[in-house]
């Protein structure tokens, strides 16, 4: 009888449970649309300090409140929902509808050790359509270097997303060694999870940061001691500190002192995966073509064929999933499994005159041996945090 009653409680609670959402729900769609902002289709650029003091002055202003909160809402919404793009920033006319994007879900096996043979090399195969108007054409079609999609330009523009500046970087490096990441790839908060997303979001309520604001080099460290305060509830030691602001120069590569939203967003995304998930969780998020690359590096640094690298070379490999912008870019017309980054040991980086080939085997023998699923799990963190194609640096691999 005990066991009946329980299951009723919990229909019963359900129930409720069920009701109480969907009159949230109504309640959002009864709710009067956000006032498109006097400076409507540029960027935003002030910095967090600006934001918090602006919001200040709107609160003791009193009448000009419900609507700031109107947008705050807004902005927490596009964060829970994984679109980086305001919908008041851009012309509607002419344009496709973005696509909704359909957050991942853990399953069962996820954290068991995956199946990735480095002897039996993936065969990589784009698509022949346009991810978007699913059309194939004469004309040349993008590439993404980390899955299979590829793209028209007009169709990457007509969905805004593919502005003046960046239209010149994809037709520069979609068909390089350096590659090209989608839409899809390039934002790292799309690998959270629903539960892992709202995980982030009251993280950074808590911390007073607001969605779609620069930060500053006070602010991200402001923020960082705040959460390490909240997590271990002590003070954040210097030399942690010290790492912060090596990260915050790591996410400004050109020295703007400040960080943009996005770079900021990805970084703590794979923060919290590298806190929440394990390795072979990890593991299971990398691409054939993130895969195929990491084989070439670890065969180009393997220079016995023993299938063991050092702790050393395990490092060096590290700095090279970040080289998005080479100097040289060759044009793409070898196979696929040859495109990404080129690791120091590799052949082709021989050619300079200055490799560590002939210093590698005697320290490799003193150091610790790292198998290649030991290099994987080294390293996989840093590949997904490669995937951006800003320039900054997610995870700015240690010393």
Known sequence: ??????????VERVQKVSLAVSAFKDGLREQ????RRAEAGTARQGTLEQEVQ???EEALAGPSQPEESSASKAAWERLRDGRGVEPEEFDRANRFTPPAFIRPKRELHD??????SLEQREQILNDEMCEICEVWTAESLFPCRICHRVYHDGCLRRMGYLQKD????????????????????????????????????E????????????????D????????????FERTMPEAQEEQAALQFNALDPDKKGHIEWQDFLSHESIQLLQKIRPQNALLRLLTPKERERARTAFLALDQDNDGFIGEAECRQARHSWFRKHQKEMVSCNVSISHVGPISEGSPASSRNGKSPEKILPAA????TSIDWLGFLRENVAYILAARPNSAALHLQPLA
């Open 1 to 10: 009888m005990g066991v009946l009653m329980s299951r009723r409680q919990t």
């Open 32 to 35: 009067p649309s956000t006032r």
């Open 54 to 56: 602006e919001g200040e």
């Open 111 to 116: 954290d068991e050790p995956p199946d990735i």
């Open 166 to 201: 960046s239209a010149v970087e994809v037709t520069e490096t979609a068909h390089t060694e350096t590659g090209w990441s989608c839409y899809y790839c390039d934002n790292l908060n799309l690998l959270l999870t629903e539960e892992e997303m709202y995980s982030l979001m």
């Open 203 to 218: 993280t950074l309520r808590n911390c007073k940061i607001i969605p779609g604001v620069c930060l500053t080099l006070d």
């Open 220 to 231: 991200f460290l402001h923020y960082k001691h705040q959460v390490h305060k909240q997590q």
């Open 364 to 367: 490799k023998q003193e150091e």
